[in-house]
């Protein structure tokens, strides 16, 4: 749930001096709510241009490959790429 769809929600059934301020100190705090609602950097799409850098190390670049066949001793089914 959003932080906006919850304010909706206490407003239709409650009110105090500073609630709004109060739900949003609770919810910055609250770690189920973090967990739930967690960014997760740029949204998928196609791939992007980089600029070459002018320095080794200056970009960094990494990506999951995920749903693969489980394969070795560990049945692993992802790769880490770093470009």
Known sequence: MSEDRAKERVASTAWWPKWEQELS???ENCERYQKANRKH???YGLLQNIEEPK???ETIN???VTG???GGKEN???CLVIV
Do not use: H, S, T
């Open 25 to 27: 100190e609770y919810i």
């Open 41 to 43: 950097g740029k949204k």
């Open 55 to 57: 320095l080794p190390w």
């Open 62 to 64: 990494m990506d999951w």
């Open 68 to 70: 693969l066949v489980a």
């Open 76 to 78: 692993f089914n992802a």
